[in-house]
């Protein structure tokens, strides 16, 4: 269906240049005067996880598409794929690596995601916007190091980021799946 830049929203999936992409960022600016306003988006190629931004104008009128959400579990990861399935059915699809390549490091088997299909095909995820890992190893406590001052961690799914110095091995963080970032210790 056509529907105006403006009208966008982050999560939507577009026809932009015949290809498919996911706005995975949105940001409507004002114009002042006899300049009109602005919308940028951040967008992902849905086939190969390319994310580019690009500015249109309010009233451009982009092919926004029909996208059926699914709750499915994350099972496994084989050569053809990720394979997730329907909790109610059991039936199971299986999407390619390369679209979902940034989110890789997040998926932990049974994890409850959920999948986008367009016109019965699957296309993308959603995982929750913060997700638990343990702590696999981290740098010692440095004396006289506040806690704004933070250190290498090595997380599961060898992620590696930066937390607070009072985190140590073997405790759960929240992670910011879209940012890779520390969030919260688990309390």
Do not use: W
């Not at 940001?27 to 919308?39: L, R």
């Not at 579990?73 to 390619?96: A, R, V």
């Not at 440095?142 to 930066?162: F, H, M, N, Q």
């Amino acid at each position: 269906m056509l529907t105006t830049a403006q009208d966008l929203k982050k999560g939507s999936f577009i026809n932009y240049e015949d290809k498919m992409y996911k706005v995975t960022g949105y940001n409507y600016k004002m114009g002042g005067g006899k300049m009109g306003g602005s919308v940028h988006l951040k967008i992902k190629d849905v086939k190969t996880g390319n994310v580019h931004e690009t500015k249109l104008d309010p009233h451009d009128r982009i092919e926004e598409l029909e996208i059926e959400r699914h709750k499915m579990k994350y099972l496994y990861e084989d050569s053809s794929g990720l394979c997730f399935m329907d909790p109610q059915s059991f039936e199971q699809t299986t999407l390619s690596k390369e679209a979902l390549s940034n989110l890789l490091p997040y998926l932990k088997e049974e994890t409850e995601v959920e999948v986008e299909f367009f016109e019965g095909n699957p296309i993308h995820i959603n995982l929750p916007e913060k997700i638990v890992l343990e702590v696999i190893s981290t740098g010692a406590v440095k004396k006289g190091e506040t806690d704004s001052v933070y250190k290498p961690a090595r997380l599961e799914g060898d992620i590696e980021v930066l937390v607070p110095q009072f985190i140590k091995s073997g405790d759960k963080i929240y992670i910011d799946v879209e940012t890779g970032e520390y969030a919260d210790r688990v309390k």
